[in-house]
């Protein structure tokens, strides 16, 4: 009885691992009516674990992760998207794609004109073996912001959805404290956060914690994110860095 409690932990302790393709806090901003945009995202585990987050699965250290998105303003509190292709470069060079997913972002209107902001995302994912257990995984989003001046707070309590019944839905929170130095720069500390299943949220050591220290910055209607992100527990990822570019198509 006791190894196979010992069994399980360890396993939700690996779980901690697992790779992400889009390390990003929504902040309830969308593409204007009529309007394609693309994103690119791109982070690199500098240091991470060397084993996978299940059998068979991809070793996050010294691993490449991104994926395009797309996105399409459908109204003013509505933005549809796909990303794809999603992809994976390991430490031996190695590239994999590793599915696709379908957005649907549903917002206040004009929520960076306003003080307080709110919104949720949906996401539905179709996930090859080497990238999730799960082949068919999805995400609710919420998103929860204040902007007081040149103050930005935006919470979004993320639950990550892998199987039947609520026993499924994992916590997976993300934060963001962010100050605009300019019109174009902004300096934000973000925190990314795995606290396991819902029902029975794990020991504190085994939960992954990540802070970034993140620069944003527009250029020429390009938006660039940059960020650099420190694990602060053991079942934490060391160092993960991460771009973003992001840009209206039309």
């Known amino acids: 009885m006791g190894r196979l409690a010992l069994c399980g932990l360890l396993a939700c302790s690996a779980d901690s691992y697992a790779q992400t393709d889009e390390i990003q806090v929504y902040d309830a901003s969308i593409a ?3 309007t394609f945009n693309l994103t690119w995202h791109n982070n690199y585990t500098v240091s991470g674990s060397r084993s996978p987050a299940f059998p068979g699965g991809l070793r996050p250290d010294h691993s490449l992760n991104g994926v395009t998105e797309w996105a399409y303003g459908v109204t003013d509190w509505f933005e549809a998207g796909l990303y794809l292709p999603l992809y994976s470069a390991s430490s031996s060079g190695a590239l994999t794609y590793n599915g696709f ?3 649907t972002l549903f917002v206040v209107p004009n929520a960076p004109a306003r003080s307080f902001f709110y919104g949720v995302n949906f996401e539905f994912s179709d996930n090859t073996r080497h990238w999730e257990s799960s082949a068919f995984t999805s995400e609710i989003r919420p998103i929860i912001g204040w902007r007081s001046g040149r103050v930005d707070f935006i919470v979004n309590p993320i639950l990550d959805y892998t199987s039947a019944g609520i026993s499924g839905l994992d916590f997976a929170p993300a934060l963001r404290l962010a100050y605009r130095v300019s019109p174009s720069v902004s300096l934000a500390a973000e925190e990314y956060a795995d606290l396991g299943p819902l ?11 990540q802070l970034y220290g993140v620069l944003d910055q527009k250029i020429h209607g390009t938006e660039i994110e940059l960020g650099a992100g420190f694990g602060l ?6 160092l993960i860095l991460k771009l973003i570019l992001s840009r209206d198509l039309n």
């Open 32 to 34: 204007s009516q009529g």
């Open 101 to 103: 997913k379908l957005r």
């Open 199 to 209: 029902r029975r949220l794990l020991p504190a050591q085994q939960q992954s914690h």
């Open 233 to 238: 527990t053991r079942a934490s990822d060391g």
